[in-house]
């Protein structure tokens, strides 16, 4: 059912970093902070993170296995997440944008569980673990964000295996385009207009689809009038519909 995505070989990024932090001036900020943090907290949590590091595309931010250290606020670009079974076959289980963290699946084995991809030339804040929990024990507010944090990823996570289990082809797509373009209008971008960064075959892989079936499922949006496409970037067309079909009310597309 999964499509199978051979790894390729990277070597780690050594391009040159910037080691100056400002969470205060930072966009993204208030996805990686609550909205109610002190300045001197703000100024507290500079402190601590190492460095701002780039991540060129295909180019792993960590491997499944690897032992933690510390998690990752990405500042700009897009990651993709995965897992390889015993087969050496790759499942994709999460696409991640600007504001979001990465490595927080590793906090209980204290290995990571699943590898980090860049999509594109991307950076990162380094936040070392450790350092991180003596903030969260002197910062309350911190510490509430921190929990919702880790909630909104295990909800994540059964919403994809509901997805995956239970849930039209169709339905997949649709929910997929939906969910990307509401996380993108929340960072202050088109909500119904936009590129993708990964290609069809990882969608696919993600969604339990093969790249044939996510081809015919775009052409067929496209031939009712649902999407407009060029490239890899696509256009909603129709969000009322899209919506109706991604909550499996409508079953025609």
């Known amino acids: 059912m999964h499509t199978t995505i051979a790894i390729q070989p990277v070597t780690e990024n050594t391009a040159p ?44 931010l960590y491997r499944m ?58 950076e990162v804040c380094e936040i070392p673990f450790d350092k991180l929990e003596g903030l969260l024990g002197d910062i309350p507010e911190l510490l509430r964000h921190f929990h919702r944090l880790i909630g909104q990823e295990i909800t994540r996570e059964q919403n994809a295996m509901l997805l995956l289990a239970t849930m039209r082809a169709e339905q997949r797509v649709a929910i997929f385009l939906t969910n990307l373009g509401a996380r993108l209008a929340a960072r202050g971008y088109a909500e119904h207009r936009f590129q993708l960064r990964m290609m069809r075959e990882e969608v696919g892989n993600y969604l339990g689809l093969t790249v044939e079936s996510v081809s015919r499922l775009i052409s067929r949006f496209r031939h009712s009038g649902l999407l407009r496409v060029a490239n890899r970037e696509v256009e909603i067309l129709d969000p009322v519909r899209m919506r109706e079909i991604a909550a499996g009310v409508r079953l025609d597309a």
């Open 65 to 122: 296995n690897d032992a933690f250290s510390r998690i990752y606020a990405i500042r700009f670009g897009h990651f993709k997440t995965y897992q390889v079974n015993p087969r050496g076959e790759q499942q994709i289980n999460g696409f991640q944008m600007p504001g979001e963290l990465l490595g927080l699946d590793a906090i209980g084995a204290e290995r990571h569980q699943c590898g980090a991809v860049a999509l594109e030339d991307s």
């Open 17 to 60: 970093v910037s080691t100056a932090v400002n969470c205060a001036r930072c966009g993204m900020q208030k996805f990686c902070l609550p909205t109610n943090l002190k300045p001197e907290d703000v100024q507290r949590l500079d402190r601590i993170i190492m460095r701002r590091r780039r991540i060129e595309r295909g180019t792993n």
